[in-house]
């Protein structure tokens, strides 16, 4: 059992020795801990990269599962082509959602309030007085309504909203009201106000938010990205917020990490954080609760939590 956390840091695991278990090590280092080739149950190194995430797959010629510690799993699933079938791909849900849920609130209401000019004029010892715009009596849109999209929402609960619009792969009735499809998307999009991506990367989100998306978006609305780069089209986005139409918050960005000197960093109304939105205090105690958990289900040959794909 390769493992990114040590094994005596996690309470819960199943003990070591039992049935021949063996747990190691590896947190992305250049060299490995054992034979990949013995690895029955990989966990993939947190925020590692998709070139270390992958490199030891091809020699992982027992692995049954590949466990990843972030929501998404589009960094990994390229690596699964060299495996045998039958190896189970789980992502990490239930570890991210509290802490990125916080962000896109946080991303939102920076930006609608002018927060980051906020800071500049403190800088500037400056007394930046005036009007911003709200996020109470705003119709914000999610576009990807799984876990991360729903405990967004529960954090817009108390900001008197006057409608979230929720999108995901296929229409379905909730608690709270409809989840429409993506294909509803174009007749909706010009009543957002906030349009907020929380959706995994597909073959179906890559380029999404393209120059067409763009346009639809209302005038004065913001885009906040908390999902991958991928999903929006820069060259696009710099072109909307250029001119003033649209303003954007993005955890994430195309290319990633941005480099210096790249025209994001200094597009008018544009906030950038550096793709943390689980990377925080709440991470790795459910991380650790996660791994037992499904360590446990594994030896004891049940049913695993978060399988997204079978090989």
């Not at 060299?31 to 590692?48: E, K, L, N, Q």
Request: with cysteine.
């Amino acid at each position: 059992m390769w493992l990114p956390i040590p094994a005596d840091e996690i309470d819960g695991l199943p003990p070591a020795g039992d049935s021949g278990l063996v747990y190691r090590y590896w947190d992305g280092a250049p060299d490995y801990p054992a034979d990949p080739a013995d690895c029955v149950f990989y966990t993939v190194p947190y925020m590692s990269g998709a070139e270390i995430a992958v490199r030891p797959l091809p020699a992982m010629k027992s692995v049954r599962v590949v466990q990843t510690l972030s929501a998404g799993t589009d960094h990994v699933e390229p690596g699964l082509r060299s495996l045998h079938s039958g190896v189970r791909l789980c992502n990490a849900k239930g570890v991210h959602e509290a802490s990125t849920a916080e962000l896109a609130l946080a991303l939102t209401l920076a930006s609608l309030r002018g927060i980051p000019g906020f800071v500049r004029g403190q800088d500037a010892h400056e007394w930046r007085a005036g009007f911003y715009p709200a996020l109470a009596d705003r119709t914000v849109m999610i576009i990807g309504y799984g876990s991360i999209g729903a405990a967004i929402e529960d954090r817009l609960a108390p900001f008197e909203c006057a409608r979230i619009l929720r999108i995901a792969r296929s229409a379905r009735t909730t608690g709270r009201g409809p989840v429409h499809p993506f294909t509803d998307v174009p007749a909706l999009l010009p009543e957002a106000d906030v349009v907020i991506l929380s959706t995994p990367l597909t073959e179906r989100t890559r380029g999404l938010v393209d120059a067409a998306f763009l346009a639809g978006m209302k005038d004065g609305a913001l885009l906040v990205n908390v999902a991958r780069g991928l999903v929006v089209d820069t060259d696009a986005l710099l072109a909307e917020v250029k001119s003033g139409r649209l303003t954007a918050a993005l955890d994430v960005t195309d290319p990633e990490p941005l480099p210096p000197g790249h025209p994001l960093w200094q597009a008018p109304g544009v906030l950038i954080s550096p793709h943390v939105g689980g990377s925080t205090s709440a991470f790795m105690p459910r991380a650790k609760r996660l791994l037992a958990a499904q360590l446990t289900r594994f030896v004891a040959g049940e049913p695993l939590d978060n399988v997204v794909l079978t090989r």
